[in-house]
């Protein structure tokens, strides 16, 4: 069998994105009450989503949204990890949750050499989409390249 480096790196990818939604719902929750929902977006879904942000951007004037919308176009995938805030635990505890969720999901990446960032612009043109059933959204895109996509990003002050 032979294979091409882009087709390796595409399901590879795919395998990463996969083992971090493993480490979101694995990831230890205050009260042992499991409130996290997950998703990944790829192909023509991570395009609208990365529209989304751009159009996010455009209307509430933060450059910064189309330059996260850059990245997420560029991005083999993007991770979806989400809370509902009903139920027994309050918001906080929820949002810790969410947080410990996303260092579990993050650390599969890092751990695989796979290059990863946190972002909220993606978390809210998922929620405007309605891509999860959860109360608030953050979002990873994942990328496999020769060098990180997420690291010579202009600061948000120089756009």
Do not use: W
């Not at 230890?28 to 499991?34: E, F, I, Q, V």
């Not at 083999?76 to 949750?97: H, P, R, T, W």
């Not at 290059?115 to 809210?124: P, V």
């Amino acid at each position: 069998m032979l294979m091409k480096s882009e087709d390796a790196e595409r399901d590879a990818a795919l395998d990463v994105a996969k083992l971090m939604l493993v480490a979101a719902r694995t990831a230890p929750k205050t009260m042992g009450l499991d409130t996290i929902v997950t998703m990944i977006v790829g192909g023509e879904d991570r395009d609208r989503l990365a529209d989304e942000m751009e159009r996010v951007g455009k209307e509430k004037n933060l450059p910064h949204r189309t330059r996260d919308a850059g990245n997420v176009k560029n991005a083999q995938l993007v991770a979806l990890i989400g809370v509902g805030y009903q139920g027994e635990l309050s918001k906080e505890l929820k949002l810790v949750d969410l947080g410990i969720a996303l260092g579990s999901a993050c650390k599969i990446a890092s751990a695989l050499n796979v290059d990863n960032r946190i972002m909220r612009s993606i978390g809210e043109a998922a929620e405007n989409m309605k891509l999860l059933q959860a109360d608030y959204v953050l979002g990873i895109p994942i990328s496999i390249k020769g060098k990180s996509i997420f690291f010579d990003r202009p600061p948000i002050g120089t756009l």
